[in-house]
Nanobody, 123 residues
């Protein structure tokens, strides 16, 4: 079993910044898993992948966040971070940490989810 615990959400004004953290723990080590990612979901919309970092350090970003968000991984702490700068009202959503043994292109690929942390950006 793996537990993913997120922190760092909150409410900010447009143009502000937040840093999300996701710490992994449990009986199964995921340090060699291929995918650590952040997804987000707002009411009435499907969950979408925002950013991903692979075991090799390769990163992916949704077009809407490129140049503003940065995903990083601290293997010593088994924690993945999402630095979000220049936040926009359309970034408002529940953000979920995710881990997958293989790819994580779709929500169905994910093996474990965090509980979610709310990000609200006001104009």
């Amino acid at each position: 079993q793996v537990q993913l615990v997120e922190s760092g959400g909150g409410s900010v004004q447009a143009g502000g910044s937040l840093r999300l953290s996701c710490a992994a723990s449990g009986s199964e080590s995921i340090s060699r898993w291929n995918c650590r990612a952040w997804f987000r979901q707002s009411p009435g919309k499907e969950r979408e992948r925002v950013a991903r970092i692979s075991i090799g350090g390769n990163t992916y970003y949704h077009d809407s966040v490129k140049g503003r968000f940065t995903i990083s991984l601290d293997n010593t702490k088994n924690t993945v971070y999402l630095q979000m700068n220049d936040l926009k009202p359309e970034d408002t959503a529940m953000y979920y940490c995710a881990a997958a043994r293989g790819s994580c292109i779709r929500s169905s690929d994910v093996n474990y989810w965090g509980q979610g942390t709310q990000v609200t950006v006001s104009s």
